[in-house]
């Protein structure tokens, strides 16, 4: 009884489901705060296209990037991450960026950066770091 209980008044992105957790992550609005809280938590999901979704949707890159290194294999992450530092997508400035790139070790990532930054200085970070 009490789980059923709990499916009936818990809030949609914490539901066992994981299908049901991506549609409730999607209705999010991490402008607000107490949304905001719930789409940090799904950060830590324990499915990894969730933990994704909610990373975009905050548009964190840093969270992205200390992610990244438990999902490499797996290709939207790579694209996300590549997007992401970029500049192609998300609003994180330069600088950080810049700064991202430099805790990468991951050589595909740094390549996509060196081709598609979109910023000379990036690019030459992530050809530097292709260099070592």
Not at 41 to 48: E, I, K, M, V
Not at 71 to 83: D, G, K, R, T, V
Request: aromatic share 4%.
């Amino acid at each position: 009884m009490h789980g059923l209980l709990r499916r009936l008044f818990a809030p949609r992105w914490q539901h066992p489901d994981p299908e049901v957790r991506r549609q409730a992550l999607q209705r999010l609005n991490p402008e607000q705060a107490e949304q905001r809280q719930a789409l940090q938590s799904l950060t830590q999901d324990s499915d990894s296209q969730i933990r994704l979704a909610a990373l975009l949707a905050l548009d964190d890159c840093a969270g992205l990037v200390d992610a990244y290194s438990h999902h490499q294999q797996n290709e939207a992450w790579f694209n996300a991450i590549c997007q992401r530092l970029s500049g192609r997508e998300g609003h994180t400035d330069l600088h950080q960026r810049q700064s991202l790139v430099e805790q990468i070790e991951e050589p595909r990532v740094l390549s996509a950066v060196a081709l598609q930054g979109d910023n000379l200085n990036l690019r030459l970070t992530a050809l530097s770091k292709l260099g070592r």
